[in-house]
């Protein structure tokens, strides 16, 4: 098989594993914030801090407050509120679905990067943004900073990512070898 319809291939399932992933991490985070907010009862302080409450405060999440700036920064204006909100979730989509390419590219030269059924790649994914560059902006605290509840739903839906992107490969693996 020549490699650049392989290479098409696996990007194309990790598109699909994407999206799924994506879309239980977003039913993740629904479900798990009231659960960890029950273990570590935030305040009201704790609710207002950037990425704390997407349930209340949306605005303050990473990707609303990432398009807030680069479109201020850009236009010298405050974008729409309909217009930033669909902006932001391009901003979520879009890493979502390119994190999964990019782990099915490296899984697909790779095959043991699954063996822990997609746990370490959500916590590294969680890593690379809520632990380092999203602080790193200036954006939210970093996990030391932030109410321990955020922390516990945040890592969670990003575990809960992990888990369902690796399932949707393994299982998208299995059925293209039903095909061959």
């Known amino acids: 098989?020549?490699?650049?319809?392989?290479?098409?291939?696996?990007?194309?399932?990790?598109?699909?594993?994407?999206?799924?992933?994506?879309?239980?991490?977003?039913?993740?985070?629904?479900?798990?914030?009231?659960?960890?907010?029950?273990?570590?009862?935030?305040?009201?302080?704790?609710?207002?801090?950037?990425?704390?409450?997407?349930?209340?405060?949306?605005?303050?999440?990473?990707?609303?407050?990432?398009?807030d700036r680069v479109v201020r920064k850009v236009t010298g204006k405050k974008p729409a509120d309909d217009t930033r909100d669909r902006a932001a979730a391009g901003v979520h989509w879009g890493l979502g679905l390119s994190f999964a390419v990019g782990y099915a590219l490296l899984r697909a030269r790779a095959p043991r990067v699954g063996l822990a059924l997609g746990v370490p790649a959500g916590l590294a994914l969680y890593a690379s943004t809520h632990a380092s560059t999203v602080p790193a902006m200036?954006?939210?605290?970093?996990?030391?900073?932030?109410?321990?509840?955020?922390?516990?739903?945040?890592?969670?839906?990003?575990?809960?990512?992990?888990i369902v992107m690796e399932a949707s490969l393994r299982a998208l693996g299995v059925m293209a070898s039903h095909l061959r």
Do not use: F
Not at 143 to 155: L, Q, T
């Open 1 to 67: 098989m020549n490699r650049k319809p392989a290479l098409l291939a696996v990007a194309a399932t990790g598109l699909l594993a994407g999206y799924a992933a994506t879309t239980a991490k977003g039913t993740a985070e629904s479900v798990l914030q009231p659960r960890a907010e029950k273990i570590w009862p935030p305040t009201e302080d704790d609710k207002l801090v950037p990425g704390a409450d997407p349930a209340d405060h949306p605005d303050r999440m990473p990707p609303t407050v990432i398009v």
């Open 138 to 162: 200036g954006v939210q605290p970093p996990p030391w900073r932030m109410p321990p509840a955020a922390v516990g739903w945040e890592a969670g839906s990003h575990v809960v990512y992990g």
